[in-house]
């Protein structure tokens, strides 16, 4: 199993301020699956992701990728951990506005040893004739592109996504669905999708719904629909 989450539990705050937010999750995702994470806003589905992807520290339990145990982890080693394995996607594009599009990529190019070729993956993802611009002159589902080819580049093994739909209209939202889905079918990645748009958990392998901190329900779908036949968007 490429990811195994095990009892995971994270609170925040202290004394009258103290909230627990992951209360004992237990989930696994297989390597190459993508994943969707859905849940009321307060359910912990950010926290969870973001404990695996080492920017909150969980107070216990276990987080094995690939082999390896998070939890624990010292910050160096963790800076390692998201350099070598991990991409992330957010909501906001989070692009330095000084950069252009290709200067954006290679930031993230520059951190790995075996970069995906940045021609091939600018051409892939539909960025090749905006290479020059900057982040102002770009619409959103391009700086969106821009965020997701700058995550690839590192040829990461797993992909964390927070909201990457959440701030585009319906039809840039199919369009970067589509993309993911292409990158998950191109390049084997593992994906693991915060999101309150009902609709893309058709697409995905594996749903998993989180509620007052627990893993409420969790399936995979016998059959997927192709992301450009999702509909209500």
Request: net charge negative.
């Amino acid at each position: 199993m490429y990811l195994e989450v095990r009892d995971l539990k994270k609170s925040y705050g202290e004394n009258g301020s103290y909230v627990q937010v992951l209360k004992g999750i237990n989930t696994e995702v297989e390597k190459g699956q993508m994943c969707v994470i859905q849940g009321t806003s307060g359910s912990g589905k950010s926290t969870l992701l973001n404990c695996i992807g080492g920017l909150d520290t969980a107070e216990s339990g276990s987080i094995v990728v690939d082999g390896t145990e998070i939890v624990g982890m010292k910050q160096d080693m963790l800076s390692e951990y998201r350099r070598d394995q991990l991409g992330f996607i957010f909501q906001f594009y989070n692009l330095v506005p000084n950069l252009t599009v290709k200067e954006n990529i290679q930031v993230c190019e520059y951190l790995t040893e075996h970069p995906l070729d940045i021609n091939d993956l600018m051409q892939t993802l539909g960025l090749t004739e905006h290479q020059n611009k900057f982040p102002s002159q770009l619409s959103g589902g391009q700086q969106q592109r821009c965020a997701i080819a700058r995550a690839l580049i590192k040829n990461p093994k797993l992909l964390l996504c927070d909201e990457p739909t959440g701030a585009l209209d319906s039809k840039t939202s199919r369009d970067i669905l589509i993309l993911l889905e292409e990158i998950n079918a191109k390049y084997g990645t593992t994906m693991l999708i915060v999101t309150h748009n009902n609709s893309i958990k058709n697409m995905v392998h594996k749903v998993l719904i989180i509620k007052d901190g627990l893993i409420h329900k969790s399936y995979e779908n016998e059959v997927r629909v192709p992301a450009r036949e999702l509909e209500d968007l």
